[in-house]
């Protein structure tokens, strides 16, 4: 089993800036890709950002492409989500997850274990 663990959300003003990181621990697997996605209420889960195993493979929505930057550091199984300027449309339970085999794709069925969310509220 693998355990993601999220932490960084919080209230900002629009065009704020917020940090996200999530923890992996566990059963790690090697070469494992780890994706964000978000949700916001009575909305179905919607894909963010991921990023391959390597860090130099990246994927994002078009809504955050730009404003958003997906990293991780291997050595401590955390991935990070950097997000400026945030609209109040970002505004949703942001959950990181792993996908075990690779791959960026953008299908919520793809990943293998999810964290437990985090709220992000942005103000207008």
């Known amino acids: 089993q693998v355990q993601l663990v999220e932490s960084g959300g919080g209230l900002v003003q629009a065009g704020g800036s917020l940090r996200l990181s999530c923890a992996a621990s566990g059963r790690i697997f090697s070469n494992y890709s780890m994706g964000w996605f978000r949700q916001a209420p009575g909305k179905e889960r919607e894909f963010v950002v991921a990023i391959m195993w390597s860090g130099d493979i990246t994927s994002y929505a078009d809504s955050v492409a730009g404003r958003f930057t997906i990293s991780r550091d291997n050595t401590k199984n955390t991935a990070y989500l950097q997000m400026n300027s945030l609209k109040p449309e970002d505004t949703a339970v942001y959950y990181c997850?792993?996908?075990?085999?690779?791959?960026?794709?953008?299908?919520?069925?793809?990943?293998?274990?999810w964290g437990q969310g985090t709220q992000v509220t942005v103000s207008s």
């Open positions: 997850a792993v996908d075990r085999f690779g791959g960026t794709s953008s299908r919520p069925g793809t990943y293998d274990y």
